[in-house]
């Protein structure tokens, strides 16, 4: 190697400007060109009440309850406060959900007067109606009347009305007190035994909507209801629940005639709906609205696979269905989940809100008479979609008239309340719809608090999602419905105006809103491979001098001021 | 199969107990429900035109019996007050076979209806609505009908059904095409189950996908309308398929479903050619006509009488052939002949259906009706950049002259320029104005469309050509189909006479524009980063390096070359020891 000559020695000026360039290319990276990308590529994300969301979806930021107001009407007994003290204990006691609780209360002698009516509205007065609007609705007015001489304690509930009338035995002597508690337990065990269903239903949906169950509901407390009946009505309970629509403030009701051949061509649906279940659905609009229409179709056969089997009244013609004999068709039950053709009946509905389908299927001539093995209606439910029925029609008839239809129509009103969730216990339509605008009020509350949840566990899960200011409002709007809806809980205002059900219902519709926002759905899938192709042929050749040259600048720095040390 | 068959025979005879109550039921009731018809006419080049018309009546209200309730439910939500939905496939030969079905769409999808709102955003909105839905019944892609694709004529299209004229006032008129749709089965199967019959029994039962997308020609539509008659209003539809078929074609199909050469001994040589010899074979034209039968050319026949359509108590079924040839049908159908030589049959109650047309040789002359237009388009200019349309209609009238509407919808990024909207009548008369009146509404980049109306007039025996010149906008990355090679379709132009009604449609064009490279964006960035980081690169090193003279290296880049020996010699060490290791 040969002997070099070693180059000038460096200037300070020169070496300082080199700083200078270095740290000004430097400082326009920094100052300039990160804020720049930051501002160009960041996401919008609207701040979320994250905290809040994760307490509702836990359950924790509100308890719901449900309070009951039973007023107690005892015109003839003396001393009912003491009565009504001994029952206000024994249902106490014997309650295992604290959410669900009844309360008695005498009702005041002006109701006595004209206390005939369904409601409590109908009964007052209008200079009263003012006072009345701030109190709490009642779910059911006891009677206590004396019976006739010589009977035992009884009960007695009208199918239209909320007026339980009891009638105790004449026999009664208040001072007695064996002779009270048994009037008393006779009347604590009435009031469960009408709205047990009901309890166990909201009972379910509070603890299968959260996942962590409040404490209240399991295990059941000490009670004097036995354990092992508990556990078949879980059973029962769940069998009822999954049965049940979701809710939707509006259904749409479609009445379909599906029939085998081209017989019988026209039905008297709309005379029919206008008389058999029009008032139903009416006694329904304070809970959910209503649609209907109405199709037949011709030549439609139910799903293939399903095959009915004949089966002859006289043991020696089985197995001939052609011989003119007496006998039937008969569906297995294992076949009625698959019996609708839903590649070929044209079911769907373009509206946006759930459709309940009620179908009358009449079997093709060669099938008539057709039934349902071991059901006495012909007809059966499909959980979450709506009802059918099997009619036979006599020999032909080319039109169904209102006489024909009314035992159709009948069960599917009561196929309706099922799939709506009203309990089926107690014959009092009024007390089942008051049943039902709770239970619907929880579930709105639990679906709710869940939707705000998921909208929680998906901003955590995915960082690079956008949360658009329209997310943040309907999520704030959620929030203040819940915690309306739970106040209005506690008070006891479940039905009607600004009550329990309309802000769970504006809670429901304003999370599915936020977290169905379709701004965020797009940003999901935006691959992190693509930001790598666009930034690395340019951060590459750019970055890669000036780090070198930031390192080199460090490093003359650090052995300048080395040696200043040193020196 | 057997099972089915069975259940065929169990309806059709259910159908018959119960000729005796619908017949006395008809008497008491208006218009029927529903009727069915099916007209069948030879063409010439044996083919055979099968025209099937299905017309079901409803109310306004929500209970249905034979109206479908999925259209009405579309038409209540989205407001329309009458639709006109048409599927077609193929080309009319006008030349071969005479005067086009009048009824039939465009290539494609074509869409058009009136729909009440208060003002155009709403009419947009029901309109979307209303594709969308649409979109979901027939199972075609009419959900892509946006607004750089709808159009609101102004002159071509008036109302069939029966509108009051308040009603008039709201109503909005949209129209869009889709002609890249392919027509095809997954379209005929929610169009029978339009039907109340289903296919399953009268004339719809010879509707076969395999069939009827296997002809020469076919459309389907579906028209929808309030009609009244003294006050009385009822909502109908109206659905027909058309279809011509080729006989030849159709027979072949049934001896080999998989197209096959046949042997040359089947062949059909014209052999009067003098070069038509040895291994050539060219076709002969004048073969006959050949014999055919509904269950040969539809592959089965018609069960029985569909029960809704009985009440009316026609004919549901013509032939319109030359009154020479005889025509076979079978048993128990009762056979009405019209003045004009139409031949109608009255179908059995149960029992199946079948026409049959024996060979004719030499072959009837067929009367042609003339088409009131001819029409066709095509595409001039040159390159990637100018392009040009024109249009030849001809009239072949010798005494009438023609008015029409001449109505074209253009893709956005077709860009006409009006000024070089020209028009050429031949034989030239001069002092002769062809165009009466025009509309034009000009594009708007991705958000709508060009659309071009013009009222024309031909006078007898002349040809009128229509010709502009377009350019072809650029299309951004992602707008290009998967496809992009192939070219864009261009929706077939709409003519229309008004004084008659009478409606045919042009071809529509393939239109191919620029296609870029796809990688291209990441091209452009890996070169346009590498551009920037050679030059950030040199500036950079010219500010920060120090230069000295070749000889005035300094001792640390000597340190360096030092290191790099070392480390050479090291490697060569290691692979001179694994070498001996291996040894």
Redesign the interface.
């Known amino acids: 190697?040969s002997k070099?000559?070693?180059?000038?020695p460096?200037t300070p000026e020169?070496a300082r400007t080199?700083s200078l360039?270095?740290l000004s290319?430097w400082s326009v990276v920094l100052l300039l060109g990160l804020p720049l990308w930051w501002f160009t590529t960041s996401i919008y994300r609207a701040p979320l009440p994250l905290k809040e969301m994760q307490s509702w979806s836990n359950g924790r930021a509100c308890r719901a309850e449900f309070p009951l107001l039973v007023d107690v009407e005892a015109p003839l007994l003396p001393d009912p406060e003491h009565l009504l003290k001994t029952v206000q204990h024994a249902l106490d006691d014997a309650n295992d959900f604290s959410a669900h609780h009844l309360r008695l209360r005498l009702a005041r002698s002006h109701y006595q007067s004209g206390g005939h009516g369904t409601s409590q509205k109908s009964t007052s007065s209008p200079s009263e109606t003012q006072d009345q609007t701030e109190e709490e609705s009642v779910a059911a007015i006891l009677r206590l009347t004396p019976g006739a001489s010589g009977s035992t304690h009884s009960y007695q509930l009208s199918n239209s009305s909320r007026i339980i009338d009891l009638y105790y035995s004449p026999s009664y002597n208040p001072s007695s007190s064996a002779s009270s508690t048994s009037l008393a337990l006779f009347i604590s065990k009435t009031l469960m035994e009408i709205f047990v269903e009901e309890q166990q239903m909201i009972s379910h949906l509070l603890s299968s909507g959260t996942p962590t169950p409040p404490p209240s509901s399991v295990p059941p407390g000490p009670s004097n209801s036995s354990n092992g009946s508990n556990k078949i009505n879980t059973a029962e309970i769940q069998r009822k629940m999954s049965r049940i629509m979701r809710y939707s403030p509006t259904y749409h009701l479609?009445f379909s005639m599906f029939t085998?051949?081209?017989?019988p061509?026209?039905w008297e649906?709309?005379q029919s709906i206008e008389e058999y279940l029009q008032p139903l659905l009416d006694a329904l609009s304070g809970i959910s609205n209503f649609?209907?229409?109405?199709?037949?179709q011709?030549?439609a056969?139910p799903s293939p696979n399903v095959v009915p089997f004949w089966e002859a009244d006289t043991p020696e013609n089985l197995g001939d269905p052609n011989q003119l004999s007496t006998g039937k068709w008969v569906l297995k039950k294992e076949d009625l989940s698959s019996f609708i053709n839903s590649a070929?009946w044209?079911l769907?509905?373009?509206?946006s809100y759930p459709t309940i389908n009620f179908i009358i299927y009449i079997p093709?001539?060669?099938q008539t008479p057709l039934s349902i093995s071991g059901s006495a209606t012909n007809a059966f439910l499909l959980p979450q979609w709506g009802g059918v029925m099997v009619l036979n029609p006599p020999n032909?008839i080319?039109h169904l008239t209102k006489a024909d239809l009314k035992g159709a129509m009948d069960i599917f009103a009561a196929q309706l309340l099922s799939l709506l969730g009203a309990p089926s216990h107690p014959p009092s339509l009024p007390i089942r719809l008051d049943s039902l605008a709770r239970q619907r009020s929880a579930e709105l509350l639990t679906s709710a608090s869940s939707t705000l949840g998921s909208l929680y566990r998906l901003t955590k899960a995915l960082p690079s999602i956008s949360i658009p200011t329209s997310v943040s409002t309907s999520v704030a709007a959620t929030l203040q419905s819940l915690h309306n809806a739970c106040r209005e809980l506690k008070r006891g205002h479940f039905g009607g105006p600004n009550s329990a059900l309309e802000e769970g219902r504006n809670a429901a519709a304003e999370a599915e809103k936020a977290f169905f926002e379709k701004s965020m759905v797009g940003q999901v899938y935006f691959p992190e491979e693509h930001k790598v192709?666009?930034y690395l042929?340019?951060m590459?050749?750019?970055g890669v001098?000036?780090l070198m040259?930031a390192v080199k600048e460090v490093a003359r720095v650090v052995a300048e001021w080395k040696a200043r040390r040193r020196a | 199969m057997k099972l089915l068959r069975r259940l065929i025979a169990v309806v059709l005879v259910a159908s018959s107990l119960l000729s005796a109550t619908t017949a006395t039921d008809s008497t008491a009731k208006g218009p029927t429900d529903y009727d069915e018809h099916l007209s069948l006419k030879t063409l010439p080049g044996n083919a055979v035109l099968a025209s099937f018309s299905f017309v079901t009546n409803g109310t306004f209200d929500n209970h249905h019996s034979v109206f479908p309730r999925s259209l009405a439910q579309i038409l209540e939500h989205s407001h329309a007050r009458e639709l006109h939905l048409k599927f077609s496939l193929g080309r009319w030969d006008s030349e071969l076979w005479g005067t086009p079905i009048g009824k039939a769409g465009g290539t494609g999808v074509e869409l058009w209806a009136w729909v009440e709102a208060d003002d155009d955003a709403g009419a947009d909105k029901q309109w979307r609505t209303l594709t969308n839905a649409l979109s979901g019944l027939f199972c075609a892609s009419l959900n892509f009908i946006d607004g750089t694709r709808t159009i609101r004529p102004v002159m071509s299209f008036a109302p069939e059904g029966h509108h009051s004229e308040k009603e008039m006032e709201r109503l909005h008129l949209l129209h869009g095409s889709l002609p890249r749709e392919p027509v095809c089965t997954e379209n005929l199967t929610p169009f029978l189950k339009l039907l109340p019959c289903k296919g399953r029994a009268g004339i719809s039962s010879l509707l076969d996908g395999h069939k009827l997308f296997d002809a020469q020609w076919q459309s389907m539509s579906v028209v929808i309308k309030p009609v009244c008659d003294n006050g009385r209003c009822r909502l109908q539809v109206e659905q027909t398929v058309d279809m011509v078929l080729d006989i030849e074609r159709s027979l072949q199909r049934r001896d080999s479903p998989v197209p096959k050469p046949l042997p040359v001994e089947r062949l059909n040589c014209d052999t009067s050619k003098f070069y038509g010899t040895g291994d050539s074979c060219f076709p002969q034209t004048n073969l006959g006509d050949l014999p055919w039968s509904l269950s040969e050319i539809f592959g089965r026949p018609i069960k029985g009488v569909c029960p809704l359509a009985r009440p009316s108590r026609e004919a549901h079924v013509c032939a319109i052939v030359p009154a020479e040839r005889s025509i076979f049908v079978s048993q128990n159908s009762v056979e009405i002949k019209y003045p004009d030589g139409t031949r109608c049959f009255v179908l059995p109650d149960t029992a199946d259906f079948d026409v049959i047309l024996p060979q004719q040789s030499p072959a009837l002359p067929l009367r042609l009706e003339l088409p009131p237009l001819y029409a066709s388009r095509s595409f001039t200019g040159h390159g990637q950049e100018r392009g040009g349309v024109q249009a030849v209609l001809r009239n072949p009238s010798l005494t009438e002259t023609v008015d029409f509407v001449y109505l074209e919808s253009l893709p956005w990024f077709m860009k006409p320029y009006l000024h070089t909207l020209r028009t050429t009548l031949s034989p030239a008369s001069p002092g002769f104005e062809p165009i009466q009146d025009l509309f034009y509404r000009p594009v708007l980049d991705r958000a709508r469309g060009a659309h071009l109306e013009a009222a024309l007039r031909i006078p007898p025996n002349s040809t009128l050509t229509l010709s502009y010149d377009f350019d072809k906008s650029v299309l951004r990355y992602t707008e290009y189909p998967p496809d992009a090679n192939r070219g864009f379709d261009v929706a077939a132009a709409v003519i229309t006479i008004p004084k008659t009604g009478f409606a045919i449609r042009t071809t529509s064009l393939l239109l191919s524009l620029p296609t870029p490279d796809f990688s291209m964006p990441y091209n452009v960035i890996i070169l346009s980063s590498t551009v920037i980081a050679l030059a950030f690169g040199s500036v950079f090193n010219l500010l920060v390096r120090r230069f000295v003279g070749a000889d005035e290296v300094s001792p640390r880049t000597q340190r360096l070359e030092e290191f790099k020996e070392r480390l050479l010699a090291a490697i060569l060490r290691r692979t001179r020891g694994e070498k001996k290791k291996m040894e």
Do not use: C, H
């Open positions: 190697m070099t000559k070693s180059p000038p460096d020169n080199r360039v270095v290319f479609t085998g051949a081209a017989t061509a026209s649906i709309e649609t209907v229409d109405s199709q037949i011709f030549y056969s070929e044209p769907v509905s373009i509206t093709s001539p060669s032909q080319n192709a666009v042929p340019l590459g050749p750019v001098p000036l040259s």
